[in-house]
């Protein structure tokens, strides 16, 4: 089974900076799109920001300018650095990936089990 690491959550205050790592292990043959999503209590979960396997990106409007998602094939690894945090940024952060294994005949989303961050004084 396909596994997704998460890492780099944690409490900040307004206005500091997060870096998230998500590294997917196990029996891949190949990876597409790459994401962060998130959900904060009560709310439904959102995307955050998405990265193709040729490099494209989208973002929700809420982070354009303050997060970059970016990417490392080699490791199989998706970065999410977060600056300029606000209040409102603070949810549960899920790594999520399109991944074919080996011995699949196609693709299937991945989850991660999410990482918690807080932005609060």
């Known amino acids: 089974q396909v596994q997704l690491v998460e890492s780099g959550g944690g409490l900040v205050q307004p206005g500091g900076s997060l870096r998230l790592s998500c590294a997917a292990s196990r029996n891949i043959f190949s990876i597409y799109a790459m994401g962060w999503y998130r959900q904060a209590p009560g709310k439904l979960r959102e995307l955050v920001a998405a990265?193709?396997?040729?490099?494209?990106?989208n973002y929700t409007d809420s982070v354009k300018g303050r997060f970059t998602i970016s990417r490392d094939n080699a490791k199989n690894t998706v970065y999410l650095q977060m600056n300029s945090l606000k209040p409102e940024d603070t949810a549960v952060y899920y790594c999520?990936?399109?991944?074919?294994?080996?011995?699949?005949?196609?693709?299937?989303?991945?989850w991660g089990p999410g990482t918690q961050v807080t932005v609060s004084s």
């Open positions: 990265i193709a396997s040729g490099g494209s990106t």
């Open positions: 999520n990936a399109v991944i074919h294994r080996f011995g699949q005949t196609r693709p299937a989303d991945y």
